[in-house]
């Protein structure tokens, strides 16, 4: 069998229409493009309202988009901890992408080289390679839509019921319902249009009989469908065209809507990515200088960062924040995001109320003032107890497919409550006390050192003479009397193995690290420049800390306030002491335990591996929890939460999780690697009435009676 | 509407602060100093009139030294409009009345609506110096206030007596109250709006300010401090020690014992 | 002389006033050997059977102008008697009462004065011992300068004398009253509820140490387990966390049961007030230096909940 000549191998796009038709044709695709543009341009009167004091420089742009979009077509942010969603959005994404390609690419030989220049490029070899490839990523697109409609359908993962943890049962503002028709709507509509270019191309094919069907293999079947029917070529034409119009006009009304739907997710989630902030929650940021006059941190639409708004409606909804948050987890009325969706519908509510002119305004005279006065903050809006319910574990952010920064929106939110008043009382007195004290407990600054009188040598004082290592103590391991056994360990552990280290007695303050996630960004200002102000005067060589909340914030934090040095945990230098023959603890306990990853030094500062290092060096065996590493589950401790109540009855994080190692079996300890984390744990030990199987030992403990061959619990006084 | 609220820095003693000048005083590195609490109730009592008036001003006024601005800063932060600190060395361990006179001299050119004073101050806990102030003032007056409303220059307020019983009762302004802690909730100042307070007018005037001399205030002073010692280790108390479950049975056998006796 | 002023608030003669007539018997002698006890209220003279104490030379009675307590006049009073008798000694009660009219009158005429006193001896003139800084240490006062002295003594600090003796005489006393400055409108009783923790012989009583408004209920679990009743400090009514009526202290209930055990109770001088006279306190806090360990007769320094969780296990 010869092929037909390459040279007429093509379609017609606009098979057998009238130049009227053709011209109704067009002006419905301008208007689909005008009510397009209109839309991108009401996303960009929204994102005015902001500020744009930490947009990335443009001169990073150009790496940044390339950053941005290796996520994107990689899917590793889509893919984690989900493969399945991972092989659904992949086929979605792929298909999508590239039969937009290729429309664009017919429009441009259709609508332009052909038109005005009457060069066809469409036909040929290029024809059928386009043909091909478009008709096996439309069965890609299809397949991924199936397996998404199977998931909302049949698996039903709760995170996609969008109830709300916010609202009560019966609120009218508690069932989202609404968002799960229309993500029927829009994965409907894309099958539709899939669906209906097969029937298209299988209609054609029954009527046209190309002869190159092995490059057309969807459309090929769909013909072998229709052929048995008998239809004539007049009957075959009639539902040729009926056909074309639903799918053409359903397409161009779907292009219409993009900016005004879920499917805007395909640009601003992209554009989120690219602008995503490597640090985001690590180093919250600061009071912009040209705001130091205004009210602190968000209230209303005004208020925020550009990238914030855009955050919002980069959301698409997938529920990883909401299922990785320890708040939710816990029966609290918080999911992050449900927070976006929340400050989400209020954007856009503030919009619809400005109208067309208040959006044309504000694209035309640049003054981002459309709806930026609107209070995101209150009962029918993002509520106190909401934004109080976060821990500032960074979860959410970890999670995040796109780059949202929910934790540390809540911190901006908390911030205006906080100057405003709107904090607990608890909460309220304890930042009181920090500025009086530069302590969370209240204690007189000068006993801050006081834990080093049990030992039987010196600390050295670092403010007066010149240390190797400079140890930050922190105010848990400094005051807190169980902490201190911990502290003492690390101290002797330290002493024995040589270190030249001190500390900074009462010249020390709290970091800031809790007090700036707690909102009271003046406070944590006025801790740092302290901090900072006294360790520059001292001689040393790297900070070492305990406390993983003041690593992250002396590590990620204190540079931008002038105070750049080296900082490690103590896990870190203690397995450099295990791996230096220092400290001579190797294959000495042969515990079965687990490891709890505390929030600030694994998520924030990627700090899992040492810990796991020592355990293993000791002789130890490790059963990893589910929720490990990165995927780690927040004490409840984090953010100021320590100083505000839980409610009571509901379960604590720390119960939860003591829960989770509990359902691991036999274990010897459980271990830590966090002051807050001592304390936290052995009370979650206690009420979850565990104490008789499972005992908690900070990783330092272990070391020590490695080395002395005693129980920790006997080298403590 | 103009309110003075005077107030005090307390300082809150450390468990090993040391006394000094023959017992007479305490090492001042023992001490930590911060707002009286129940100056931040008459304060936000004051803020709240002021705010419910629409216009006026709130005064915050102090006897102190250098310890006590701070605590001003504090008042300014949280809504003051302006503040005013006098201060003399020989106002060093001045007792309630000598204070008095001092503030008394200093609000009477201010001529306020009303004067705010915290029922007594957590250091000294004399519960004398508002109502002092008021006999030089020469102006009526009410203690122990733990609700106060304001129609057309006549206070309604209610005085908190012994054994949960409460006293209403009417004063027209121009007065002096003494508030009780629990009348509001007082609010919390910012960092940020303490840095922001250093730019409100805080005014510092000796004791020739406000047309004092310091032999006067001296002679004006109510007691003399012989001097400060520590309370016998628990005067009777007997201290349970070991853990807390050791402490819990101790504990349980005293009251078994004493409720079968 | 010494001249005790009488408290009265409807129609009854205050408990604290006996205490100041002990008070004053004690330092009669060195004082100039007479004690005096100024009744000021509309009905004055009704009151001279209540102070029927061996050593009361005299009752001096004011008729009020007014029906209830009024601080101005009341003040005015004091000072008429005062100018009148050239007493030594003026010794009020540190009551809410006095407080609105003590200060005034030793600011006003001059005196030595001070308050919230918790005994008082005598060398040549009287000698104060009170408090300072919040209860952490004791100061010792004297009144150089002063003829005459004002003290407002701690309700407490004395035992009531026994007004078992013959009827002292009754001395009118006029004074000439302006206008009262302030109008009583009327009493309140605080909601009481259902609980009269003056009538319990064992109270539980929680403070400031429970930190939270959701552990109460934990403690009202406690309670019942223990067969006590719940009371609270001060702070916890402020808070809005607990009604009046459960509140022991100075402006809350006076109580006197078999045993008072204090969780989390430093101690402020007007709890001691309410409750310093229990048979038994059994005190446990987290500092060392609470004021409370100063009238417990046990003490523990520990934390709160460990010490309520492992009690609960001896009350099955």
């Known amino acids: ?717 | ?261 | 002389m010494i001249l005790v002023i009488a408290e009265t608030r409807r129609g009854e003669l205050r408990p604290v006033t006996l205490e100041l007539v002990t008070a004053a018997l004690g330092l009669k002698e060195a004082a100039g050997g007479r004690v005096a006890v100024a009744v000021i209220d509309a009905d004055a003279s009704s009151f001279a059977g209540a102070l029927a104490v061996a050593g009361v030379d005299e009752v001096l009675a004011v008729s009020a102008s007014t029906p209830h307590f009024e601080a101005h006049h009341t003040q005015r009073a004091v000072e008429a008697l005062i100018e009148a008798e050239q007493p030594a000694l003026i010794l009020l009660g540190h009551t809410i009462d006095s407080m609105g009219f003590g200060s005034a009158v030793a600011a006003r005429l001059g005196l030595g004065f001070a308050s919230d006193v918790t005994a008082v001896s005598w060398d040549g003139g009287p000698i104060a011992t009170r408090g300072a800084y919040g209860g952490k240490l004791v100061a010792e006062l004297d009144f150089p300068g002063h003829e005459r002295t004002l003290l407002t003594v701690r309700a407490g600090a004395f035992d009531p004398a026994d007004a078992a003796g013959a009827e002292p005489a009754v001395r009118p006393f006029d004074v000439a009253f302006d206008p009262p400055l302030t109008e009583h409108i009327e009493f309140r009783e605080a909601a009481t509820g259902d609980v009269d923790i003056t009538k319990a012989d064992f109270l539980l009583s929680i403070g400031r140490g429970i930190e939270d408004k959701d552990n109460i209920a934990q403690f009202e679990e406690l309670a019942e387990r223990l067969g006590a009743t719940l009371s609270v400090s001060r702070p916890l009514v402020d808070a809005g966390w607990m009604s009046n009526a459960r509140q022991v202290g100075q402006s809350g209930k006076t109580v006197q049961p078999k045993v008072y055990l204090a969780l989390g109770i430093s101690g402020a001088v007007q709890h001691l007030a309410g409750m310093q006279k229990a048979d038994t306190i059994i005190a446990v806090n987290t500092d060392p230096d609470a004021p409370i360990f100063g009238v417990a007769h046990y003490g523990a320094v520990a934390d709160l909940f460990d010490v309520a969780e492992a009690l609960e296990q001896h009350f099955a």
């Open chain 2, 1 to 261: 509407m103009k309110v003075v609220v005077a107030v005090k820095a307390v300082a809150a003693l450390d468990d090993e602060a040391e006394l000094v000048d023959g017992d007479t005083a305490v090492d001042p590195d023992g001490l930590e100093w911060d707002l009286n609490e129940w100056d931040a109730f008459s304060l936000e009592e004051a803020l709240t009139l002021r705010d419910g008036a629409g216009d006026g001003e709130v005064v915050a006024l102090t006897v102190g030294d250098e310890e006590a601005q701070d605590s001003l800063l504090a008042c300014l932060a949280k809504g003051a409009d302006r503040a005013v600190r006098i201060w003399d060395d020989a106002l060093e361990g001045a007792d309630p009345l000598a204070v008095a006179r001092v503030l008394a001299a200093a609000i009477e050119p201010e001529a306020p609506d009303l004067v705010l004073c915290g029922v007594q101050s957590s250091d000294a806990v004399n519960g004398a110096t508002g109502v002092a102030v008021a006999a030089h003032l020469g102006l009526p007056h009410v203690a122990v206030v733990k609700r106060l409303e304001l129609e057309a220059g006549v206070a309604t307020v209610e005085r908190e007596l012994e054994g949960g019983l409460v006293e209403v009762l009417r004063i027209r302004l121009p007065a002096l109250m003494t508030i009780q802690t629990g009348i509001n909730e007082p609010r919390y100042a910012t960092l940020r709006a303490i840095k922001q307070a250093r730019d409100k007018p805080l005014s510092e005037l000796g004791l020739d300010d406000v047309g004092l001399d310091a032999a006067r205030v001296g002679a004006s002073a109510g007691a003399r401090l012989r001097r400060l010692r520590h309370p016998e280790k628990g005067e009777g108390a007997e201290m349970l020690d070991g853990s807390p479950e050791d402490v819990a049975a101790r504990i349980a056998d005293i009251v078994k014992e004493r409720m079968s006796a």
């Open chain 1, 1 to 717: 069998m010869t092929p037909p000549l390459a040279a007429e191998k093509t379609r017609d796009v606009f098979w057998g229409f009238g130049t009227l038709v053709e011209i109704l044709w067009y002006v419905l695709a301008v208007a689909s493009v005008v009510v397009f543009a209109y839309g991108i341009g009401r996303e960009v009167a929204k994102y005015r309202r902001g500020h744009a004091t930490f947009l990335p420089p443009r001169a990073e742009l150009p790496g940044r988009f390339v950053t941005g979009t290796r996520t994107l077509l990689s899917h590793a942010s889509i893919k984690r901890r989900d493969p399945y969603v991972g092989w659904a959005h992949r086929g979605v994404f792929y298909g999508w992408v590239v039969l937009f390609i290729g429309t664009v690419i017919l429009a441009v030989n259709t609508d332009v080289t052909e038109r005005f220049f009457g060069w066809r490029f469409f036909k040929g070899n290029f024809y059928l390679g386009y043909s091909i490839v478009l008709d096996v990523l439309g069965l890609a697109l299809v397949a991924g839509l199936v397996l998404m409609m199977v998931r909302r359908g049949i698996l039903r993962p709760r995170k996609l019921d969008y109830a709300r943890p916010d609202r009560a049962p019966g609120d009218p503002q508690y069932d989202r319902g609404i968002y799960r028709r229309g993500d029927w709507v829009f994965l409907g509509l894309l099958l539709y249009l899939a669906l209906t270019g097969y029937l298209l191309e299988g209609v054609r094919i029954a009527m046209d009989a190309p002869g190159y069907n092995a490059f057309s293999p969807a459309g090929w079947v769909v013909a072998q469908a229709i052929n048995p029917l008998g239809l004539g070529d007049e009957a075959l034409g009639v539902v040729r065209r009926t056909i074309w119009w639903s799918h053409g006009l359903v397409a161009i009304a779907f292009v219409a809507a993009i900016p005004y739907t879920k499917a805007t997710h395909m640009v601003s989630s992209w554009a989120s990515l690219v602008l995503k902030d490597p640090l985001a929650g690590k180093r919250l940021r600061p009071i912009p200088e040209d705001r130091q006059q205004e009210p602190a941190g968000y209230a209303t639409l005004g208020d925020f960062a550009t990238e914030h708004l855009l955050q919002l409606d980069a959301c698409t909804k997938c529920g990883k924040c909401h299922e990785a948050c320890p708040a939710n987890a816990t029966g609290r009325p918080l999911s992050p995001r449900d927070v976006v969706l929340e400050l989400r519908e209020q954007s856009n509510a503030a919009l619809h109320d400005a109208g067309v002119g208040g959006v044309l305004g504000t694209l035309l005279h640049g003054d981002g003032r459309t709806g930026s006065a609107r209070r995101i903050v209150g009962e029918d809006a993002v509520r106190p107890e909401t934004v109080w319910a976060c821990m500032q574990c960074n979860a959410c952010v970890e999670a995040c497919p796109v780059g949202i920064e929910q934790a540390p929106i809540i911190n901006q939110i908390r911030r205006r409550l906080v100057e405003e008043g709107e904090l607990d009382a608890n909460l309220q007195s304890t930042l009181e006390v920090i500025h009086k004290s530069g302590n969370s407990f209240g204690e007189n600054r000068r006993r801050r050192g006081r834990w080093t009188q049990e030992l039987d040598f010196e600390v050295k004082d670092a403010r007066k003479e010149p240390v190797d290592v400079l140890w930050f103590v922190g105010d848990y391991a400094s005051f807190d009397p169980r902490s201190q056994r911990v502290t003492r360990a690390i101290a002797r552990l330290l002493h024995a193995a040589g270190v030249d280290f001190g500390i900074l007695y009462d010249g020390e303050r709290n970091s800031g690290n809790d007090v700036r996630r707690a909102g009271e960004e003046g406070l944590f200002e006025a801790l740092a420049e302290a901090n900072i102000a006294t360790l520059a005067k001292c001689d040393f060589q790297r900070i070492v800390t305990s406390d993983p909340h003041s690593l992250n914030t002396l590590r990620n934090e204190y540079p931008e306030l002038g105070g750049a040095w080296t900082v490690a945990h103590h896990t870190t230098l203690l397995l450099e002491l295990i791996d230096s023959g220092a400290l001579d603890v190797r294959d000495r306990l042969a515990y079965r335990v687990t490891y709890h990853d505390p929030c600030y030094l694994g998520r924030h500062n990627g700090g899992y591996d040492a810990p796991r290092a020592i355990l293993r060096a000791l002789g130890c065996s490790l059963i990893e929890m589910p929720r490990n590493r990165d995927n780690s589950f927040c004490c409840g401790a984090g953010g100021g939460r320590i100083w505000i109540p839980d409610p009571p009855g509901a379960e604590r994080p720390s119960e939860n999780r003591i829960r989770e190692a509990v359902g691991l079996g036999e274990l010897d300890y459980f271990v830590v690697s966090c002051p807050k984390d001592v304390t936290m744990y052995e009370d979650a030990i206690k009420t979850t009435g565990n104490a008789q199987r499972l005992e908690l030992r900070e990783l330092t403990e272990l070391i020590e009676e490695a080395l002395v061959g005693a129980p920790a619990a006997a080298a403590v006084g």
